[in-house]
């Protein structure tokens, strides 16, 4: 495969790799699995490089290398669960840096960075609602903006008479379609 306008700004490259399987007997039931490893460099520029012959600063190409592994179950029509890891490591990134002894703007390589992390989350479609009490007026005014931002405004408030609680505001949603 040829990309002509790479050739043209040859300071990046992108390789990426992907794969995802998903298995299931019905529509409400499934496991996915995805995996994703990606490649990257990138060169130093024009402008790094002119400042390298300025301070005799050497630069490397950064690399990056990028692993992404994911799985995920759909218990049933209202509820699944996803797990990602991630695993980003960077080489010799290019940093900026103000070479104050020479009166320089200059770059740099650094070592080795990087980041692990893992992600869980648990989703359930279906009818949410958030409470307060009579005079918690601060936290009505956080559910008020929390779930008007996540639903696009479509929430129902109402005021109730809790047996325990007493006169209590209620929010109702819906997430995730009908559940």
Known sequence: MVFPHFFRIPCSCLLLCALSLAAGPSAHTEEKLKAIYNRAFRAPTIEQTSAVLK???KLKTATADVLELEASHRFD????ATVNLFDIRMNHPINYYYDFV??????????RIGTQRVEAEYQFRGTWEVNQIAGADNAKAFWRRAIGSYTGGAYR???YSDPYWGT???????NGGEG
């Open 102 to 111: 020479n009166s320089l703007d200059a770059y740099k390589n650094e070592g």
């Open 157 to 159: 408030e109402d005021v």
């Open 168 to 174: 209590v505001t209620r929010q109702q949603f819906r």
């Open 55 to 57: 301070t005799g600063n």
């Open 77 to 80: 029509a209202r509820s699944h």
